[in-house]
């Protein structure tokens, strides 16, 4: 594409046009690469609650009583007995404790005895954030139980608002025997029911004696009606995206903390009550009702294609499996299965798994992915493993084409999987990553091995992005499209998240991990954010064949703050710190804090959790894995700060931040940061955050106390430790882009011209577009995704930023176009070549 570059000076933020018209060129006589058929995808792992409180329909929580209570940081397998689980409590006359007596199967060691006082009483559960009551609709509970002390009276299962003193529908068991047993029963709200998240799960008994409970499930209607599906909003969300494929599991989720909690796939097939569950590594548990054949499921009411990630011996803590050692061979053992299972005839040994699990049809595999992320794997192993798997999978598979996570030498792969999460302006600069000749060095590779952009987004906005980052992904994905005869395939991540707030009178953590998510949902309710819509749109809208473009456009350099300003503040990243004597200096010398800020409760405001200050001693909420404390005016500028800090425990250092505007908009000082390795600042954009500035080698020694000094000084900062210069760095101005980004396609079938333009500007953009080789250009459609840059949608605003459609009455083979301010448009109109 060729730019014309004009003087970013004409199009500050203020002007009310550009100065002369673009030019847009799109050439239908000479149609380049077709389109590969990787053109949507999702990416997917349990991450902020995507399956458990997310798309997997099931109601209550922590249903085998097995999930570790709020803030436990142990990990033991062996969850205690004599407690009333996590999210379970008493109703009415009775006591309620987890034994392990003769449970129904390993897979269920802990059972719930219910013991009855002589009345009525029962156990609740408050679901994932409540649970969702609506009007006229059936819901079946499922659970085992058995009597004991006596008790041989029917089971209630009732759904109960108001502290139970509302029951909104509920249905009664046989009455029960001596032995386990499964009961299943359903009831049917009222059409006048209210529609409501505070409603409680109850099962309940009368008289004497008492119950003893295993696998509670209730489920709503599911996506197709099908037994423990899927939450069909969610799905309806996911349907308008037109997926063509899922890459199953990604992420993290598939390595798992520690060998102990991989992704173990045999342990998530069969049937639900067989499954024990895992810890995953997005700090919570996982009961794994969503396992295997729920993906598939899923990939077969989407219409979608597996993508199948295989464990491949390395965790997220370190461990790795040698190349050629027997926990290896059971690991590759492992992933010949699992292919099998997803894609052998249903007489083979684990394509009758499949079967047997509902789905006799083998399923369409044409990729698999060998781990995830093995970059991080210092020790050099991923070449041998990656040699070990990629040489058994290709022997019993020769038709599949094998996915490295990061570049090996030995074995070469069929495609390698590139991440990259940035901010707003990097994404869109990344438009040409893969450009011939971009000289990007993530791009093409040189040993000409595809690409699989597994996982990317722009981070700002949270828990989902804001328009900005959707102007910014909906660039990155042109930028792929039109590179997608080296770009195979792609996928956004992460997929989903939990919108839910942290609870703590529920003993509810925030439901979302990842700071910026394509699709939000509470227990009741599923949006799509501006990035999704823009996906969305994508999707709907696949084009067969590139169409050459050529864009005449101006640039526009992102405004820097000519005055910077704004609050100061301290951090911690997985660490525990202590601040103290934190003083603050004006440029006139005067002191804009007292003597010690951190004694001054009121000044504060934080992220993440609430700092405690004892003694003048500023301390991190128990348990955050990330949060700040933010102090001071934002008409702060240029000052100083001294302070002492000491470490007390975890992996990295200390934080500092000035210049805030609040908690997503900051420069900080990042002093043993990426694992305490290393000093350097990093600026956060709308909660997209890239590091600038020098990189210098620098450790935080654990209990030590530091003498910390902070020079603000317009956009340069420099870090005294113990009274010596450690860090200087200026926050640059930022690089010139684009002011408007264009990609256009060809539908063979259809004979229709699909134009995509994303302004990136404050101010509208009038284009002259013509169309080279173009016969009987008609009418069409127009898509604009328009609205204010900072603004992103809510279960409170669901379709604040969406896509309205309108006709396209002059199109042409030159015809012209205003494009809104920070918008994507997708224009497409009949059109012979
Ligand atoms: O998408 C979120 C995480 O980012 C993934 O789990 C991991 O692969 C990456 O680091």
């Not at 609870?503 to 509470?522: A, C, F, S, V």
């Not at 009418?779 to 896509?803: E, F, M, R, Y």
Request: net charge negative.
């Amino acid at each position: 594409m060729k730019l014309l570059l004009l003087s970013a000076a004409l199009f500050a933020s203020t002007a009310t046009v550009f100065a002369a018209p673009a030019k847009l060129d799109i050439d239908l006589a000479h149609p380049g690469h077709a389109i590969p058929p990787g053109f949507y995808g999702l990416m997917t792992e349990e991450i902020n609650y995507s399956y458990d409180g997310g798309l997997f329909a099931e109601l209550i929580r922590n249903r085998t009583f097995q999930d570790p209570a709020a803030g436990a940081t142990s990990r033991d397998p062996r969850p205690p007995v004599g407690v009333v689980p996590p999210h379970w409590s008493v109703v009415g006359a009775a006591r309620a404790a987890t034994n392990r007596t003769d449970p129904v199967n390993a897979a269920l060691p802990v059972n719930l005895r219910l013991t009855l006082t002589g009345g009525i009483g029962g156990v609740a559960n408050n679901g994932y954030w409540g649970i969702p009551v609506r009007p006229a609709t059936k819901y079946t509970a499922t659970f085992y139980a058995r009597g004991v002390d006596g008790f041989a009276g029917p089971v209630t299962a009732a759904l109960v608002l108001d502290d139970g003193a509302k029951v909104i529908g509920q249905a009664e068991t046989e009455p029960i025997s001596g032995a386990w047993k499964k009961y299943s029963v359903t009831f049917n709200t009222a059409a006048d029911a209210p529609t409501t998240a505070a409603a409680r799960f109850v099962l309940s008994a009368n008289g004497t004696g008492g119950v003893d409970f295993s696998f509670v499930s209730l489920f709503p209607p599911t996506y197709g009606g099908v037994p423990n599906g899927l939450r069909p909003d969610i799905m309806k969300l996911l349907a308008a995206m037109h997926p063509k494929f899922i890459r199953l599991p990604g992420g993290n989720y598939a390595e798992g903390s520690r060998f102990a909690d991989r992704f173990a796939w045999k342990t998530m097939i069969g049937p639900a009550d067989e499954r024990p569950g895992h810890m995953g590594c997005w700090s919570y548990r996982s009961s794994d009702g969503f396992g295997l054949p729920e993906y598939l499921l899923w990939c077969k009411q989407l219409g979608a294609e597996p993508v199948l990630a295989v464990f491949a011996g390395y965790v997220l803590n370190g461990d790795y499996a040698h190349p050629g050692s027997p926990e290896m061979a059971l690991y590759t053992q492992e992933a010949l299965d699992e292919i099998e299972y997803v894609m052998g005839p249903a007489d083979s040994e684990w394509g009758k798994r499949r079967a047997d699990d509902g789905f006799p049809e083998p399923f369409p595999l044409h990729y698999v992915e060998i781990g995830n992320e093995d970059f991080f794997d210092r020790s050099g192993s991923y070449e041998g493993r990656f040699a070990e798997m990629t040489k058994a999978i290709r022997a019993k598979y020769p038709q599949l084409k094998i996915i490295a996570t990061t570049p090996v030498k030995d074995t070469k792969p069929d495609l390698v999987d590139d991440h990259i999460y940035a901010t707003a302006s990097t994404m869109q600069r990344e438009f040409t990553r893969y450009d011939v000749g971009s000289g990007h060095p993530e791009g093409r590779k040189a040993d000409g091995v595809k690409v699989f952009m597994g996982e990317w987004a722009t981070q700002g906005g949270s828990p989902t992005p804001n328009l900005n980052s959707a102007l910014a992904d909906a660039v990155f994905a042109m930028g792929l499209e039109r590179n997608s005869d080296d770009v195979l395939m792609e996928c956004y991540a992460p997929l989903f998240a939990n919108v839910n707030l942290e609870n703590k009178e529920r003993g509810d953590p925030r439901g979302w991990q990842w700071p910026t998510n394509l699709i939000g949902y509470d227990a009741l309710h599923a949006f799509g954010s501006p990035s999704y819509h823009v996906l969305a749109m994508f999707g709907a809208n696949r084009g067969d064949k590139v169409l050459p473009v050529n864009f005449d456009v101006p640039t526009v350099t992102p405004p820097i703050d000519p005055h910077p300003h704004g609050r100061f503040g301290v951090g911690m990243y997985g660490t525990r710190n202590e601040y103290t004597d934190i003083v603050v200096t004006g440029p006139d010398g005067k002191k804009l804090s007292s003597a010690n800020l951190a004694a001054e409760a009121g000044r504060w405001t934080f992220t993440h959790g609430k700092w405690s200050i004892e003694n003048g001693v500023l301390r991190p909420p128990e348990g955050a894995q990330q949060s700040w404390a933010l102090a001071g005016e934002p008409t702060w500028a240029n000052y100083t700060v001294t302070l002492r800090a000491r470490k007390v425990a975890g992996g990295e250092g200390f934080i500092l931040l000035w210049n805030s505007a609040d908690g997503d908009n900051y420069r900080w000082w990042n002093l043993g940061g990426w694992g305490n390795t290393v000093s350097r600042c990093e600026v956060s954009e709308n909660g997209g955050r890239e590091p600038y500035g020098p990189s210098v080698p620098f450790t935080v020694e654990t209990g030590r106390w530091y003498d910390l000094k902070l020079v603000v000084d317009g956009h340069t900062a420099r870090g005294y430790v113990d009274g010596k210069l450690v860090m200087e760095a200026t926050d640059t101005q930022r690089q010139p882009t684009p002011a408007a980004f264009a990609s256009a396609s060809y539908v063979d079938a259809t004979g229709e011209v699909i134009v995509k333009v994303v302004n990136t500007a404050a101010t509208p953009l009038e284009a002259a577009i013509h169309l080279a080789g173009a016969a009987q250009v008609g009418a069409g459609q127009a898509i604009v995704l328009a609205g204010d840059p900072i603004a992103t949608n809510s279960v409170a605003q669901p379709d604040k930023v969406a896509p309205r459609e309108e006709p396209l009455a002059n199109a042409a083979p030159s015809f012209t176009r205003t494009f809104a301010p920070y918008s994507v448009t997708l224009l497409r109109f009949p059109a012979k070549r």
